[in-house]
């Protein structure tokens, strides 16, 4: 399947060379966790989950991204480019949008 170009790629799906130009602040590149088990933060390939097996697989990639050095810039990545799936920074895309809805509302209040 190709890469739909509207949809960001997730850090975990992308090249060490597009991590580090996409991430690298100060000379250095947090590589994301999400690079060693891609499939833990967006999904299996090639067959489909249960709603179990999904939410078992979402809590440990959250548990993942909290101890990752790219934690920060995964979440301003994420809330600029909006994804439709995978966990990114430690959310869904719901709570993604949540979460930037909240951030736009206390800016204007």
């Known amino acids: 399947m190709a890469h739909n170009p509207n949809?960001?790629?997730?850090p975990a799906r992308m090249s060490l060379a597009d991590v580090e130009a996409a991430w690298q602040?100060?000379?250095q590149t947090p590589l994301p966790e999400c690079t060693y088990d891609p499939e833990l933060h967006t999904g299996p390939r090639l067959t489909i989950e249960s709603t179990e097996e999904r939410a078992a697989r979402e809590a440990v990639a959250r548990e993942v991204c909290a101890t990752c050095p790219a934690l920060l810039l995964c979440e301003l990545?994420?809330?600029q480019a909006r994804p439709t799936s995978g966990i990114w920074a430690g959310r869904?895309?719901?709570e993604l949008t949540t979460y930037t809805t909240a951030q736009e509302d206390m800016e204007v209040a």
């Open 7 to 10: 949809r960001p790629l997730h």
């Open 25 to 27: 602040t100060d000379g």
């Open 92 to 94: 869904t895309p719901a």
């Open 77 to 79: 990545y994420a809330t």
